[in-house]
C-alpha cells in the first residue's frame, strides 16, 4: 500500500486545505444556485437556448466542463480529441485516458485495462447500453471483455471512463465503465450537417496500401401539423447517420521461442524445445453502421431509436519455419557441458532437431450489433426515462487452412539467444531449412468455430425533485438483463495417402524477413493448400468428442433496483445510494476424457445477490478549484470459462483442467481522493489517489492433490489446474495536466503540453504461498503530447508508455513460466491544415518508434518467448464538415 499512503499525503493536505475553504466561503445567494453534484434532467438539456449543456462530442474544452459538473469521477475524450491523432480504433483513443493501460495485438490495441485489473473485470457500454463481448479470446480465460478494436473511432461521438460507480449504473464494473457515446452531430449546434473524412496510406514493412473513409450526416425533420397533436412543429424528427470504412493489410515479423523445463536434471534455462520464425499479413476490413434517430412527441415526451453494426474481417496469411526438438540432448550428461556447443561458450548443441514449414489461412468476422428503443417522459412531479435494447457480440472463424510439412530425417543444429532480439542458429551438416524440397505434408488442419453472446435488457428509472436543499432529486430505478452466450469449434484434420512435396506448393524465391535476418524460404501457395485440402490426395477425419469438449452454452440473468439520492447544499454536491443486483445463471459444458475420448455433459446453476452502496462527495474550494472524497462498491462475476462445469481430464497423465463451479464473485470496494484545478479554456490539472479492496478475488489455481473427484482420479495423486477465490487490493496514484499557453505572443500562443500518468500497486498471492500483483497490473503508465494549435495549423507529437504486466499463468506450478508482456513506449503524430473553413488536409504517423511487442517467460531471469514489430503506418487525407 506504499503508493496509496505516499500519494494519500499530498493530496490530504489539500483536502484539508479545501475543508477550510469550504466552511470560510459563504453560501451562494439563493437567486443564484450552483450545479455542483446536480444531475440535469431531460427536460433542461432540451432547452439549449436558455442553459448550455456541454457534450462529449463537441470540444476539449466542453468535455473538461463535464468532467467538473460530474458528481463523479469521469474522464471524457470527444471525438475531436480523438482524431488529433492516428487512432484507427476506440481501444487506441482509450489508451490516451488516465487510468487506461491499452494492451495490444495484431499492431493494434485491442484490450484495455483499468487502474491495473485485467480486461474482463471492466463494464462496457454504447449510448448506456452494456455491450457483452466479441471476441472471446480474453487474456484471463473470463470470456467478458469487450475487444474494442471492432469500433472504429468515427463510428462513436467520444468515450466516456466513470471510475466510481452510481447506484444507477451496472455495478459489474470493478475497475471502471467505458461509455462509448453515439454520433449526434452537436458539435454542430443542431444544425443540418454532413461530415466526410477520405483519405489513403502505406505501411512500408510489406508495401502495402491503407484506405480510410467515412461519412456523418443528420438533420431536422418538420412534423407539420402532427399526428392528433403529437410530432408537430419544427425539428419533430432527428435522424444521425454514420458509415465508416477502413482498410489495411498489415505486415508483422515475429520470432517466438519456447524452452525446456528441465532444470531439476542440470539443463540450463536458456536451453529451446523449439525456435520460431513468423512472417504474417492481416488483411483486415473495419467497417461501422450507426444510426440515431430522435422524435419529439411533445414538450414533454421524446422517443429515440439507436442501431450499431460494427466489425472487422480479417484473412490472416501466415508462415512459420519451426526448429523443434532443440532439447533433444537434454537428457545427455554430464549436464551442462555436454548440451554447450563447444564453438560458443554462450550457444547449445542439439543433436537430432527436427524442421518444420507451416502455414495459416483464415478468416474470422468479429463484429458487435446493437439496437435500443426509448424515451423520456416528464410529468408534474417526475420524469421517466426508458428503454429495451437488445446487443450481440459474434466471432465466426469461417475458413481456416493450417498446412503442416516436416523434413522426416533429422538435423544437428548449433543455436545461441545471445540477443534476445535476434536468436542465431546454424545447421552442423550442412542442410538448408529455406529448401522446400525437404519437407513433406503432415496434414492440414481445418478447423472452424463460432462464439455468441447475445443480451436482452430493459430499464426503467423515475427522477423525483426534492426539497430541502439548493438543488435535490431522488432516483429510482428497475433494470433486467438476460445473458445467453455460446462457444462451437469443430477441427477437421486432411492427412495424405502418400508423399507429397513441399517443392510443388512454392514460388518464387527464398523469403528474407525480419530486418535481413532469416530466410525462411520461398512462399508457400495458400491456393495450392486449399486445393489439397478440398482434393482427392488424402482423408478427412474429425474427433467430435475432442472437438466439442470446449463448447459451452450459458444463461446469465441479472435483476436489479436502486436508489439514488443527489443534492447540493451550498458548496458542497453528494450523491449516494444503494443498488441490488440478483444473479440467476446456468453454466454449462462438457467433462472430456482425454483417455477415452468420451464427452460427459455437465451443467451447473448459480444464484446470488449483492448489494452495493456508494457516496461520493465533491466540494467547490474556489470557482475553479474542486476536491472529492468517494466511496463505491461494484462487482466482477467469475468468467465463463473460469466457472464453467466442463473439465478435460486424464487418467494416464493424472491431470486436470477444470473450472470451478463453486466460485463466487468477487466484490470490490473502492475509496478515491482528488483535486481538481479549471482554470478555463479547455485547461486542467489534477491529481487523486485510490484504494481498492477486493473480496474472493479470482485467480488461477496450480496444485497436487491426493485424488480428484473424477473417474479413475479418486485415489490418484492429481495435478489440478483450476481457478480459486481469495483477498486482493490495487492502489495508485492518478495525475493529468493540459494547457495551451495563451500567454505568450503570437504565433507562440499555439504551443501547448498535455500528459497524465498513473502508479498502481496490487497484490494477491498469484500462487500458493507467492504474492505478487495481480494480472494486467503496470505500476506505470504515462501519456504525455506536444501541440501546436493555431489556425489553420494543428500538430500533436504524442507518447505513451507502460511498464510491464503479469500476461497469462503458465502450465507449471509456480512462477517460472508465467508470461509478462514487456514494457512499451510509442510515438504518434498527427497533424492538420485547414484550406478553408470547411475543409482540412490531414497527415498521421503511427508507431514512429516501430515498438516490437515482446513478451517474456518467468518472473526472475525472464526469457524472451516473443518478439513482433510492425513498422510505422502513414496516412493522409482530407476532412470536410458542412453545416
Given at each position: 500500500?506504499?503508493?496509496?499512503?505516499?500519494?494519500?499525503?499530498?493530496v490530504?493536505?489539500?483536502?484539508?486545505?479545501?475543508?477550510?475553504?469550504?466552511a470560510?466561503?459563504?453560501?451562494?445567494?439563493?437567486?443564484?444556485?450552483?450545479?455542483?453534484?446536480?444531475?440535469?434532467?431531460?427536460?433542461e438539456?432540451?432547452?439549449?437556448?436558455?442553459?448550455v449543456?456541454?457534450?462529449?462530442t463537441?470540444?476539449?474544452a466542453?468535455?473538461?466542463e463535464?468532467?467538473?459538473?460530474?458528481?463523479?469521477?469521469?474522464?471524457?475524450?470527444?471525438?475531436?480529441?480523438?482524431?488529433?491523432?492516428?487512432?484507427?480504433?476506440?481501444?487506441?483513443?482509450?489508451?490516451?485516458i488516465?487510468?487506461?493501460?491499452?494492451?495490444?495485438?495484431?499492431?493494434?490495441?485491442?484490450?484495455?485495462?483499468i487502474?491495473?485489473?485485467?480486461?474482463?473485470?471492466?463494464?462496457?457500454?454504447?449510448g448506456g447500453?452494456?455491450?457483452?463481448?466479441?471476441?472471446?479470446?480474453?487474456p484471463?480465460?473470463?470470456?467478458?471483455?469487450?475487444a474494442?478494436?471492432?469500433?472504429?473511432?468515427?463510428?462513436?461521438?467520444?468515450?466516456?471512463?466513470?471510475?466510481?460507480?452510481?447506484?444507477?449504473?451496472?455495478?459489474?464494473?470493478?475497475?471502471?465503465?467505458?461509455?462509448?457515446?453515439?454520433?449526434t452531430?452537436?458539435?454542430?449546434?443542431?444544425?443540418?450537417?454532413?461530415?466526410?473524412d477520405?483519405g489513403?496510406?502505406?505501411?512500408?514493412?510489406?508495401?502495402?496500401?491503407?484506405?480510410?473513409?467515412?461519412?456523418?450526416?443528420?438533420?431536422?425533420f418538420d412534423?407539420?401539423?402532427g399526428?392528433?397533436?403529437?410530432?408537430?412543429g419544427?425539428?419533430a424528427?432527428?435522424?444521425?447517420v454514420?458509415?465508416?470504412?477502413?482498410?489495411?493489410?498489415?505486415?508483422i515479423?515475429?520470432?517466438?521461442?519456447?524452452?525446456?523445463?528441465?532444470?531439476?536434471?542440470?539443463?540450463p534455462?536458456?536451453v529451446?524445445s523449439?525456435?520460431?520464425?513468423?512472417?504474417?499479413?492481416?488483411?483486415?476490413?473495419r467497417?461501422?453502421?450507426?444510426?440515431?434517430f430522435?422524435?419529439k412527441?411533445?414538450?414533454?415526451?421524446n422517443?429515440?431509436?439507436?442501431l450499431?453494426?460494427?466489425?472487422y474481417?480479417?484473412?490472416?496469411?501466415?508462415?512459420?519455419?519451426?526448429?523443434k526438438?532443440?532439447?533433444?540432448?537434454?537428457?545427455?550428461?554430464?549436464?551442462?557441458?555436454?548440451?554447450?556447443?563447444?564453438?560458443?561458450?554462450?550457444?547449445?548443441?542439439?543433436?537430432?532437431?527436427?524442421?518444420?514449414?507451416?502455414?495459416?489461412?483464415?478468416?474470422?468476422?468479429i463484429?458487435?450489433g446493437?439496437?435500443?428503443?426509448?424515451?423520456?417522459?416528464?410529468?408534474?412531479?417526475?420524469?421517466l426515462?426508458?428503454?429495451?435494447?437488445?446487443?450481440?457480440?459474434?466471432?465466426?472463424?469461417?475458413?481456416?487452412?493450417?498446412?503442416?510439412?516436416s523434413?522426416?530425417?533429422?538435423?544437428?543444429?548449433?543455436?545461441?539467444?545471445?540477443?534476445?532480439?535476434?536468436?542465431?542458429?546454424?545447421?552442423?551438416?550442412?542442410?538448408?531449412?529455406?529448401?522446400?524440397a525437404?519437407?513433406?505434408?503432415?496434414?492440414?488442419?481445418l478447423?472452424?468455430s463460432?462464439?455468441h453472446?447475445g443480451e436482452?435488457?430493459?430499464?426503467l428509472?423515475?427522477?423525483?425533485?426534492?426539497?430541502g436543499?439548493?438543488t435535490?432529486?431522488?432516483k429510482?430505478?428497475?433494470?433486467?438483463?438476460?445473458?445467453?452466450?455460446?462457444?462451437?469449434?469443430?477441427?477437421?484434420v486432411?492427412?495424405?495417402n502418400?508423399?507429397?512435396?513441399?517443392?510443388?506448393?512454392?514460388?518464387?524465391?527464398?523469403?528474407?524477413?525480419?530486418?535481413?535476418h532469416?530466410n525462411?524460404?520461398?512462399?508457400?501457395?495458400?491456393?495450392?493448400?486449399r486445393?489439397?485440402?478440398?482434393?482427392?490426395?488424402?482423408?478427412?477425419?474429425?474427433?467430435?468428442?475432442?472437438?466439442a469438449?470446449?463448447?459451452?452454452?450459458?444463461r446469465?440473468?441479472?435483476?436489479?433496483?436502486?436508489?439514488?439520492?443527489?443534492?447540493?447544499?451550498?458548496n458542497?454536491?453528494?450523491?449516494?445510494?444503494?443498488?441490488?443486483?440478483?444473479?440467476r445463471?446456468?453454466?454449462?459444458?462438457?467433462?472430456?476424457?482425454?483417455?477415452?475420448?468420451?464427452?460427459?455433459?455437465?451443467?451447473?446453476?448459480?444464484s446470488?445477490?449483492?448489494v452495493?452502496?456508494?457516496?461520493?462527495?465533491?466540494?467547490?474550494?474556489?470557482?475553479?478549484?474542486?476536491?472529492?472524497?468517494?466511496?463505491?462498491t461494484g462487482?466482477?462475476?467469475?468468467?465463463?470459462?473460469q466457472?464453467?462445469?466442463?473439465?478435460?481430464?486424464?487418467?494416464?497423465?493424472?491431470?486436470v483442467?477444470?473450472?470451478?463451479?463453486?466460485?463466487?464473485?468477487?466484490?470490490?470496494?473502492?475509496?478515491?481522493?482528488?483535486?481538481?484545478?479549471?482554470p478555463?479554456d479547455?485547461?486542467?490539472?489534477?491529481?487523486?489517489?485510490?484504494?481498492?479492496?477486493?473480496?474472493?478475488?479470482?485467480?488461477l489455481?496450480?496444485?497436487?492433490?491426493?485424488?480428484?473427484?473424477?473417474?479413475?482420479?479418486?485415489?490418484?495423486?492429481?495435478?489440478?489446474?483450476?481457478?480459486?477465490?481469495?483477498?486482493?487490493?490495487?492502489?495508485?496514484?492518478?495525475?493529468?495536466?493540459?494547457?495551451?499557453?495563451k500567454?505568450?505572443?503570437?504565433?507562440?500562443?499555439?504551443?501547448?503540453?498535455?500528459?497524465?500518468?498513473?502508479l498502481?500497486?496490487?497484490k494477491?498471492?498469484?500462487?500458493?504461498?507467492m504474492t505478487?500483483?495481480l494480472?494486467?497490473?503496470?505500476?506505470?503508465?504515462?501519456?504525455?503530447?506536444?501541440?501546436?494549435?493555431?489556425?489553420?495549423?494543428?500538430?500533436?507529437?504524442?507518447?505513451g508508455?507502460?511498464s510491464?504486466?503479469?500476461?497469462?499463468?503458465?502450465?507449471?506450478?509456480?512462477?517460472?513460466?508465467?508470461?509478462?508482456?514487456?514494457?512499451?513506449?510509442?510515438?504518434?503524430?498527427?497533424?492538420?491544415?485547414?484550406?478553408?473553413?470547411?475543409?482540412?488536409?490531414?497527415?498521421?504517423?503511427?508507431?514512429?518508434?516501430?515498438?516490437?511487442?515482446?513478451?517474456?517467460?518467468?518472473?526472475?531471469?525472464a526469457r524472451?518467448?516473443?518478439r513482433?514489430f510492425?513498422?510505422v503506418?502513414?496516412?493522409a487525407?482530407?476532412r470536410?464538415?458542412?453545416?
Amino acid at each position: 500500500m506504499s503508493i496509496f499512503k505516499s500519494g494519500a499525503a499530498a493530496v490530504a493536505v489539500l483536502l484539508y486545505g479545501a475543508s477550510i475553504a469550504v466552511a470560510d466561503t459563504p453560501a451562494p445567494d439563493a437567486n443564484q444556485p450552483t450545479d455542483i453534484g446536480r444531475v440535469r434532467t431531460g427536460a433542461e438539456k432540451e432547452q439549449g437556448d436558455q442553459q448550455v449543456v456541454p457534450n462529449a462530442t463537441t470540444n476539449r474544452a466542453a468535455a473538461i466542463e463535464m468532467k467538473k459538473q460530474a458528481p463523479n469521477l469521469v474522464e471524457i475524450q470527444p471525438l475531436s480529441e480523438i482524431i488529433k491523432l492516428p487512432d484507427i480504433n476506440t481501444a487506441e483513443a482509450l489508451g490516451r485516458i488516465p487510468g487506461i493501460t491499452l494492451e495490444t495485438d495484431s499492431g493494434e490495441g485491442r484490450f484495455v485495462s483499468i487502474r491495473g485489473l485485467d480486461s474482463d473485470l471492466n463494464g462496457t457500454s454504447y449510448g448506456g447500453v452494456r455491450l457483452p463481448a466479441s471476441n472471446p479470446s480474453s487474456p484471463f480465460g473470463g470470456g467478458r471483455a469487450v475487444a474494442f478494436d471492432t469500433f472504429p473511432t468515427g463510428i462513436i461521438g467520444g468515450v466516456e471512463l466513470t471510475k466510481t460507480l452510481q447506484p444507477d449504473m451496472d455495478a459489474e464494473a470493478l475497475g471502471g465503465s467505458i461509455n462509448l457515446v453515439p454520433r449526434t452531430g452537436a458539435e454542430h449546434g443542431g444544425a443540418p450537417f454532413l461530415d466526410a473524412d477520405f483519405g489513403s496510406g502505406y505501411e512500408p514493412l510489406r508495401r502495402t496500401p491503407v484506405y480510410h473513409g467515412e461519412i456523418s450526416a443528420g438533420r431536422g425533420f418538420d412534423g407539420g401539423d402532427g399526428i392528433g397533436g403529437w410530432f408537430a412543429g419544427a425539428n419533430a424528427f432527428s435522424a444521425v447517420v454514420t458509415a465508416v470504412y477502413h482498410e489495411d493489410s498489415r505486415g508483422i515479423d515475429d520470432v517466438e521461442e519456447s524452452y525446456t523445463d528441465q532444470q531439476s536434471k542440470g539443463v540450463p534455462d536458456k536451453v529451446f524445445s523449439d525456435l520460431q520464425f513468423r512472417r504474417y499479413e492481416y488483411h483486415r476490413k473495419r467497417y461501422g453502421l450507426a444510426a440515431n434517430f430522435e422524435a419529439k412527441a411533445s414538450e414533454s415526451t421524446n422517443f429515440y431509436l439507436r442501431l450499431l453494426w460494427s466489425g472487422y474481417i480479417e484473412t490472416a496469411n501466415k508462415h512459420f519455419l519451426v526448429l523443434k526438438n532443440l532439447d533433444s540432448d537434454a537428457g545427455c550428461t554430464p549436464q551442462p557441458s555436454c548440451i554447450q556447443d563447444p564453438n560458443n561458450p554462450n550457444g547449445f548443441i542439439a543433436s537430432a532437431a527436427t524442421l518444420q514449414q507451416s502455414t495459416t489461412d483464415s478468416t474470422e468476422r468479429i463484429q458487435n450489433g446493437l439496437g435500443v428503443i426509448g424515451g423520456s417522459s416528464v410529468f408534474s412531479a417526475f420524469k421517466l426515462d426508458y428503454h429495451a435494447s437488445f446487443a450481440l457480440g459474434t466471432d465466426r472463424v469461417s475458413t481456416s487452412y493450417g498446412s503442416t510439412w516436416s523434413d522426416p530425417n533429422s538435423v544437428p543444429v548449433a543455436y545461441a539467444n545471445t540477443d534476445p532480439r535476434y536468436p542465431s542458429f546454424s545447421t552442423l551438416d550442412g542442410t538448408n531449412p529455406a529448401n522446400p524440397a525437404n519437407y513433406t505434408l503432415d496434414q492440414i488442419g481445418l478447423g472452424q468455430s463460432f462464439a455468441h453472446d447475445g443480451e436482452t435488457a430493459a430499464v426503467l428509472d423515475a427522477t423525483i425533485p426534492l426539497p430541502g436543499a439548493d438543488t435535490a432529486e431522488l432516483k429510482v430505478g428497475l433494470s433486467a438483463r438476460e445473458r445467453h452466450k455460446t462457444n462451437e469449434s469443430t477441427s477437421p484434420v486432411f492427412t495424405p495417402n502418400g508423399t507429397i512435396s513441399l517443392q510443388s506448393a512454392t514460388y518464387g524465391a527464398d523469403t528474407i524477413y525480419y530486418n535481413n535476418h532469416y530466410n525462411i524460404g520461398p512462399e508457400i501457395s495458400l491456393v495450392s493448400v486449399r486445393n489439397l485440402a478440398n482434393g482427392s490426395l488424402g482423408t478427412i477425419s474429425d474427433d467430435a468428442a475432442a472437438d466439442a469438449s470446449g463448447n459451452s452454452d450459458d444463461r446469465e440473468n441479472v435483476f436489479a433496483g436502486y436508489g439514488q439520492y443527489s443534492a447540493t447544499f451550498g458548496n458542497v454536491g453528494l450523491l449516494g445510494g444503494l443498488r441490488v443486483e440478483a444473479t440467476r445463471a446456468t453454466y454449462q459444458g462438457n467433462l472430456y476424457n482425454g483417455d477415452t475420448d468420451v464427452n460427459t455433459p455437465a451443467s451447473q446453476k448459480s444464484s446470488y445477490t449483492d448489494v452495493f452502496p456508494s457516496l461520493q462527495a465533491r466540494f467547490k474550494v474556489l470557482d475553479n478549484l474542486l476536491a472529492r472524497v468517494t466511496y463505491s462498491t461494484g462487482i466482477a462475476r467469475p468468467g465463463f470459462q473460469q466457472i464453467t462445469p466442463g473439465a478435460s481430464f486424464s487418467v494416464t497423465n493424472a491431470s486436470v483442467t477444470v473450472g470451478n463451479p463453486a466460485l463466487k464473485p468477487t466484490i470490490g470496494q473502492n475509496f478515491d481522493a482528488t483535486v481538481e484545478w479549471y482554470p478555463g479554456d479547455g485547461q486542467i490539472a489534477s491529481a487523486g489517489v485510490f484504494y481498492k479492496w477486493f473480496h474472493d478475488y479470482i485467480l488461477l489455481s496450480q496444485q497436487i492433490v491426493p485424488g480428484y473427484p473424477l473417474p479413475g482420479l479418486v485415489d490418484t495423486i492429481t495435478t489440478v489446474q483450476s481457478f480459486s477465490n481469495g483477498p486482493a487490493h490495487a492502489d495508485g496514484i492518478e495525475g493529468q495536466y493540459q494547457q495551451q499557453f495563451k500567454f505568450l505572443p503570437a504565433p507562440f500562443d499555439g504551443f501547448g503540453v498535455s500528459g497524465n500518468f498513473t502508479l498502481v500497486d496490487s497484490k494477491a498471492e498469484i500462487h500458493p504461498g507467492m504474492t505478487g500483483l495481480l494480472p494486467s497490473t503496470s505500476k506505470v503508465t504515462w501519456n504525455a503530447g506536444v501541440f501546436y494549435e493555431k489556425d489553420p495549423i494543428q500538430v500533436k507529437l504524442a507518447a505513451g508508455y507502460r511498464s510491464q504486466n503479469l500476461f497469462a499463468f503458465g502450465s507449471t506450478l509456480g512462477d517460472s513460466t508465467d508470461v509478462y508482456s514487456r514494457q512499451r513506449t510509442t510515438l504518434d503524430l498527427g497533424a492538420t491544415y485547414a484550406v478553408a473553413h470547411s475543409v482540412k488536409l490531414y497527415f498521421d504517423a503511427k508507431n514512429l518508434l516501430n515498438t516490437p511487442l515482446e513478451f517474456t517467460e518467468g518472473r526472475s531471469d525472464a526469457r524472451p518467448i516473443q518478439r513482433e514489430f510492425y513498422d510505422v503506418t502513414l496516412l493522409a487525407g482530407v476532412r470536410m464538415s458542412f453545416y
